[in-house]
């Protein structure tokens, strides 16, 4: 195994993240030890908050509203699609996320409960976000269609860049910014970062090609949708903040596709994370590396908000 220099505070959060792993490889098995370990981090939702989960064109949602009044306009409103390898999560694995995001940017923030495969593999859940977005600018609801962002981890930043291929690609208005935070893109196996990383810590080389057949589980060949860096055009696409992680095979697919939305002319910034590791987001508060990130995600948001 190789050796990755981590902090002592980022090793501590990955053996503790390690300890929630289960000897029950199913995928009941899998998913409920994902549950746990989000729960074990989960953090007290902020005083204030009002959340409610809801459904948007038959697909479960969850809103969070800040505590401040909204402009006349409304409050602008981000669209957060959660990570998991398209396999695990769901409205509880990243309430932290959304809770912090809402607060912090005074916005009203939805999560989607996408399907996930392998029940219901690629294009299900791309399908499930483009619906709940596309209600969501069809409104009328407590924010502003003309301060919408849509954001997501991992798989969900996959399924971002997707929704803003989709958008462009229909002729619709697009977000106002994608947020990609170590999103897997669908880059080629022979990215240095898938050797370089391979077996890096809380996810390997070997994960990245699991989840991917479980989500293009009888897809013949996949497009753009599927895998955003397959897109013949980076052009006309929303500006982007793309963070990814030093030790974490998704790291080339991250900085691949900021350097083709740069050359297509799109204002693309890569936020290269020294020391973090994927899946490091619920290190919010434990690891300075990561509040460091989220310092630079924020002010992003807040400059395109």
Not at 177 to 195: E, H, N
Request: glycine share 10%; charged share 20%.
């Amino acid at each position: 195994m190789s050796t990755y220099p981590l902090s002592p505070a980022m090793a501590a959060f990955v053996a503790r993240t390690e300890s929630f792993a289960s000897d029950d490889g199913s995928l009941a098995g899998l998913r409920k030890s994902y549950d746990d370990m989000c729960r074990a981090f989960a953090p007290e939702r902020p005083a204030g908050l009002e959340v409610v989960d809801f459904q948007l064109s038959g697909v479960a949602v969850r809103s969070y509203r800040p505590p401040v009044r909204p402009s006349v306009s409304g409050w602008p409103c981000v669209l957060y699609l959660h990570g998991g390898g398209w396999v695990v999560g769901g409205l509880d694995s990243h309430d932290f996320i959304c809770c912090e995001l809402s607060i912090a940017l005074g916005a009203m923030v939805v999560a989607v409960d996408y399907r996930l495969a392998p029940e219901h593999p690629f294009p299900a859940g791309f399908e499930d976000c483009l619906s709940v977005w596309r209600a969501l600018r069809s409104g009328p609801f407590w924010f502003d269609a003309e301060r919408m962002l849509v954001a997501g981890d991992s798989a969900g930043g996959n399924l971002a860049a997707a929704l803003c291929l989709a958008l462009r690609d229909a002729g619709e208005p697009l977000p106002g910014a994608q947020v990609l935070i170590y999103p897997g893109l669908g880059g080629d196996a022979q990215l240095p970062s898938r050797s370089e990383c391979a077996d890096a810590p809380l996810l390997a080389s070997s994960d990245v090609d699991c989840y991917h057949a479980l989500y293009l589980r009888g897809t013949a060949k996949p497009n753009a949708y599927a895998m955003p860096l397959l897109a013949d055009d980076f052009s006309g696409l929303p500006p982007a903040w793309i963070a990814v992680a030093q030790f974490d095979p998704l790291r080339d697919d991250g900085v691949c596709y900021a350097e083709r939305l740069n050359a297509a002319g799109v204002d693309a910034a890569l936020y290269y994370g020294e020391g973090l590791v994927h899946g490091c987001l619920r290190a919010r508060h434990q690891v300075a590396e990561v509040d460091r990130l989220f310092e630079n995600l924020l002010g992003f948001m807040t400059d395109k908000m």
